[in-house]
């Protein structure tokens, strides 16, 4: 009984707030790469979520992209059901309102950056929210950054292969007018 109880207090003096984040460098335009995020038809190609459960019910409403774009979906338990909703979209930074329903309620943020750079586009994807007192709980025996920051490379390195595919198929179309 005094083990459940240091295990619960030491839990309590955990961050309020926690923060998943994974950046890639990808071989594409800024524009085209935030093409492929800001708008939810295309996470198909990359979100690894949409690779867990295919057959998960997917409901989109609001604009086709950009701010107030809306996603909902309801799958299996790898999946759970929830919703996100396109909060801000501006060149460089797309951020989304993101809620869980089940497996367990949550209200979080998920926030793409992308930043030009020397060889294509710098892309960060982050999550954050408040760390509430069951999520610190399952922190002592579950590594939430890693579970779901290898959700994140996954998909980071499928959007970049996305993008770079796009990219190379423009170029050859421009190549193949010139001539």
Request: charged share 25%.
């Amino acid at each position: 009984m005094i083990g459940i109880g240091g295990v619960l207090a030491y839990a309590a003096t955990k961050p309020d707030v926690f923060r998943v984040e994974r950046n890639i460098n990808v071989k594409a335009s800024p524009d085209k790469v935030h093409a492929l995020i800001n708008d939810f038809s295309h996470w198909g190609a990359w979100s690894p979520y949409e690779k867990k459960d295919p057959a998960m019910k997917r409901t989109f409403r609001g604009p086709n992209a950009g701010k107030g774009a809306a996603y909902a979906w309801d799958g299996d338990d790898s999946i759970g059901a929830g919703q996100m909703e396109v909060l801000e979209s501006a060149p460089g930074r797309i951020v989304i309102k993101l809620d869980f329903v089940r497996p367990f309620e949550a209200h979080n943020v998920a926030e793409f950056t992308m930043q030009p750079a020397a060889d294509g586009t710098d892309v960060t994807w982050a999550m954050y929210g408040p760390n509430l007192y069951i999520g610190k709980v399952m922190g002592l025996f579950l590594d939430i950054d890693r579970m779901v920051g290898d959700d994140f490379e996954a998909g980071l390195a499928d959007l970049k292969a996305a993008a770079e595919r796009w990219m190379r198929r423009r170029s050859t179309l421009s190549s193949g007018e010139k001539t």
